[in-house]
């Protein structure tokens, strides 16, 4: 599986031509910053901890790279913060599909984290890293039979 960073095309790709009017218009008016770049970085932040919440998955050393296969769950979530910020009134809230889709983006990081849902590898060019450190808990085994249990044989 290949992983990558989550880009603004991604954003702008899963986004309605209404919701990026309102995007750029409300949010970009009047010289505010755009709040797209961190919510991306807080939104790979969040998968990369899910992922790394399940001892058996491995991250891929470059900090904003997700694997494919969760990029579409990063974005409904990016998507759904980004159309919550302007959201003014009841009638501004992102509609049930996005609700929806955001809700089973959080059920898929839910499974990511109680390592129900696989998470491939990093492609195997060296650049893979453990996702958390394992140790081996050796215990020492107790003797069954010493010096006073073997007396008279």
């Known amino acids: 599986m290949s992983w990558r960073a989550i880009t603004e095309d991604d954003i702008r790709a899963a986004l309605t031509a209404p919701e990026d009017e309102a995007y750029r218009g409300q949010l970009l008016s009047a010289g505010q910053t755009d709040p797209l770049e961190q ?5 790979t932040l969040q998968v990369r901890n899910s992922i790394r919440s399940c001892p058996k998955n491995r991250l ?33 809230q992102p509609g049930d599909a996005r609700s929806a889709e955001y809700r089973e983006a959080l059920r898929w990081l839910e499974m990511v984290r109680s390592c129900k849902e696989v998470i491939e590898d990093p492609d195997g060019d060296g650049t893979e890293v ?7 808990q050796i215990t020492p085994t107790r003797r069954r039979a010493d010096r006073e249990g073997l007396k008279g044989l």
Do not use: N, W
């Not at 919510?39 to 939104?43: E, G, P």
């Not at 409904?76 to 913060?81: E, P």
């Not at 453990?130 to 081996?136: A, I, L, R, T, V």
């Open 39 to 43: 919510i991306i970085a807080q939104v």
């Open 60 to 92: 891929h050393a470059t900090t904003t790279f997700l694997p494919e296969g969760a990029i579409f769950y990063a974005v409904a979530i990016i998507r759904y913060r980004l159309l919550s910020r302007f959201a003014i009134g009841e009638q501004d």
């Open 130 to 136: 453990p996702s958390k450190g394992q140790m081996e």
